[in-house]
């Protein structure tokens, strides 16, 4: 859909539970930061009405474009998985099933924050 963002896509059609997601109203994307003038125009196209950013404020460091920068809402989802995989190491714990359980966690942390 973006050529600077491989990884930008539409959510519409994903089955939750109370129904589909509708097409064209919820996108997930990358970091903006890569987004070339062509890109921007076609995302502007889409009027977002926010750009909900859920890296950690070390991770946000590659804001995006100007053009765009004012629809971003920073929502940190906190401590992510770095530092729980750093901490299983560091134990001297880190199997593959701990590597996913914490996962698993991390990402149900993204519902909640």
Sequence with gaps: ???????????GGVVCETGTTRPGLVF?????????????AALETLDPVAIID?????EARGAP?????????A??????AAPRLRRAILKGG???AVATALMVETYADFVHA
């Design 94 to 96: 880190l199997t593959r």
């Design 75 to 80: 929502v940190p989802v906190e401590p992510g």
């Design 65 to 73: 474009p100007a053009a765009l920068a004012a629809r971003r809402v």
């Design 1 to 11: 859909m973006l050529p600077g963002l491989p990884n930008f896509r539409d959510l």
């Design 28 to 40: 997930r994307a990358p970091a903006l930061a890569p987004l070339t003038p062509a890109d921007i």
């Design 54 to 58: 859920l890296r950690a404020p070390d």
